[in-house]
Nanobody, 124 residues
């Protein structure tokens, strides 16, 4: 069983930055792909970013490309989402998720493990 815990959310003004962290524990094979998704009130959960187990591949939603950076430190069992130039439309609950290698990284249903989420609020 894999447990995921997100941290680092908060309230910021537009243009500021936040770094989210997601720490894995439990039965954690090293080759899990990790993803970040978000869900705003009244909207469906959407893909934000993902990273392969060896950091060789990263993927981003068009809406965050150039502003967000996903990275991971497997020695610390932690994945990060650095969010720069935040916009009010980035306001959402952000979730990290883990999946086995192979399935498409942008598809939420491919992830078998999810954290409980951390709130990010960006004021204008």
């Amino acid at each position: 069983q894999v447990q995921l815990v997100e941290s680092g959310g908060g309230l910021v003004q537009a243009g500021e930055s936040l770094r989210l962290s997601c720490t894995r524990s439990g039965r954690t094979p090293g080759n899990y792909g990790m993803g970040w998704f978000r869900q705003a009130p009244g909207k469906e959960r959407e893909f934000v970013a993902a990273i392969s187990w060896n950091s060789g591949f990263t993927y981003y939603a068009d809406s965050v490309k150039g502003r967000f950076t996903v990275s991971r430190d497997n020695a610390k069992n932690t994945v990060y989402l650095q969010m720069n130039s935040l916009k009010p439309e980035d306001t959402a609950v952000y979730y990290c998720a883990a999946k086995s290698p192979g399935p498409a990284a942008r598809v939420a249903n491919n992830y078998g493990y999810w954290g409980h989420g951390t709130q990010v609020t960006v004021s204008s």
